[in-house]
Nanobody, 126 residues
Framework: QVQLVESGGGLVQAGGSLTLSCAAS????????MGWFRQAPGKEHVSVAS????????YYADSVKGRFTISRDNTKNTVYLQMNSLKPEDTTVYYC???????????????????WGQGTQVTVSS
């Protein structure tokens, strides 16, 4: 049973920073690409960032390039999302996800992920 547990969300002022964490279990974490997504109420998941299984390739949505950084620690089975220069429009629930196939590259295509965490709320006040 694959489990993904996000943490680190909260309330921050515009221009501030937060670091999200996602702890994975139930699958050999180091073999799988990981992604971060966000979802506004009533809308589909929108890709934010992805990292390949090695940690050498990363992709970002245009809206977060230069502000967010995805990384992973395969010894801790954890993927991170460092969020800097946060804006009110970044407010929503953030989810991590694990890619369906092993040893594949990063991808922002949500259809390539098969397990998702429960989400963590990020609120950016203006």
């Amino acid at each position: 049973q694959v489990q993904l547990v996000e943490s680190g969300g909260g309330l921050v002022q515009a221009g501030g920073s937060l670091t999200l964490s996602c702890a994975a279990s139930g699958r050999t974490f180091s073999n799988y690409a990981m992604g971060w997504f966000r979802q506004a109420p009533g809308k589909e998941h929108v890709s934010v960032a992805s990292i390949n299984w090695v940690g050498s390739v990363t992709y970002y949505a245009d809206s977060v390039k230069g502000r967010f950084t995805i990384s992973r620690d395969n010894t801790k089975n954890t993927v991170y999302l460092q969020m800097n220069s946060l804006k009110p429009e970044d407010t929503t629930v953030y989810y991590c996800a694990i890619r369906r196939e092993r040893f594949t590259s990063a991808t922002l295509n949500r259809a390539e992920y098969d397990y998702w965490g429960q989400g963590t709320q990020v609120t950016v006040s203006s």
